[in-house]
T-cell receptor
Framework: SAVISQKPSRDICQRGTSLTIQCQVD?????MFWYRQQPGQSLTLIAT?????????ESGFVIDKFPISRPNLTFSTLTVSNMSPEDSSIYLC????????????FGEGSWLTVV | LAKTTQPISMDSYEGQEVNITCSHN???????ITWYQQFPSQGPRFIIQ???TKVTNEVASLFIPADRKSSTLSLPRVSLSDTAVYYC????????????FGKGTRLSVIA
């Protein structure tokens, strides 16, 4: 397994501002993923972040709104830009491991409330 | 991507065994079956993973029939702290197709 730390764990943000979420992993991983979970809903994949290349975004998510950095094999950031109340969600960082099969592990999430 | 279908919710009393079944009719040859548990305001936690037959760990058992079109997560003697949402996912080990979450099963354990 991997230990994943996210910052901030929780924040209240003003409408129109941007916030960057950091994800730190205790080991080198090739692939990192960012998910969003809106209140009462399941997880939705935002993008896949590979080191040394541009992030790959899922349908409905764009780089201008959710820019992602992946400077090395243990760290990634997700920025939520120009926030609106609809962006109030838990944002989760996850990493893939190949110990057996294909498993992803999650951080504890960053709970953002936009007011 | 193989789609999964689970019951939306289940109730159980403390001390009972709970079995949550997941259908994945379009599972591919290289797909593994993975179950996650999520408590409110926390990230999903890996519970168990299997490819075929039966897998058991300290938390749960996973039963997979020969055709692999379904799987059953078995939680022995549940307690109140097992109240959570349980997700069944299928995915291969290529890393090219990240796991997609369905709606999950909301398990409520009652005293």
């Amino acid at each position: 397994s991997a230990v994943i730390s996210q910052k901030p764990s929780r924040d209240i943000c003003q409408r129109g501002t941007s916030l960057t979420i950091q994800c730190q992993v205790d080991s080198q991983v090739t692939m990192m993923f960012w998910y969003r979970q809106q209140p009462g809903q399941s997880l939705t994949l935002i993008a896949t972040a590979n080191q040394g290349s541009e992030a790959t975004y899922e349908s409905g998510f764009v780089i201008d709104k959710f820019p992602i950095s992946r400077p090395n094999l243990t760290f990634s950031t997700l920025t939520v830009s120009n926030m609106s109340p609809e962006d109030s969600s838990i944002y989760l960082c996850s990493v893939e491991t190949r110990s057996t099969g294909y498993t992803i592990y999650f951080g504890e999430g960053s709970w953002l409330t936009v007011v | 991507l193989a789609k999964t279908t689970q019951p939306i919710s289940m109730d159980s009393y403390e001390g009972q065994e709970v079995n949550i079944t997941c259908s994945h009719n379009n599972i591919a040859t290289n797909d593994y079956i993975t179950w996650y548990q999520q408590f409110p305001s926390q990230g999903p936690r890996f519970i168990i993973q299997g490819y075929k037959t039966k897998v058991t760990n300290e938390v749960a058992s996973l039963f997979i029939p020969a055709d692999r079109k379904s799987s059953t997560l078995s939680l022995p003697r549940v307690s109140l702290s097992d109240t959570a949402v349980y997700y069944c996912l299928v995915g291969d080990d290529s890393g090219n197709t990240p796991l997609v979450f369905g709606k999950g099963t909301r398990l409520s354990v009652i005293a």
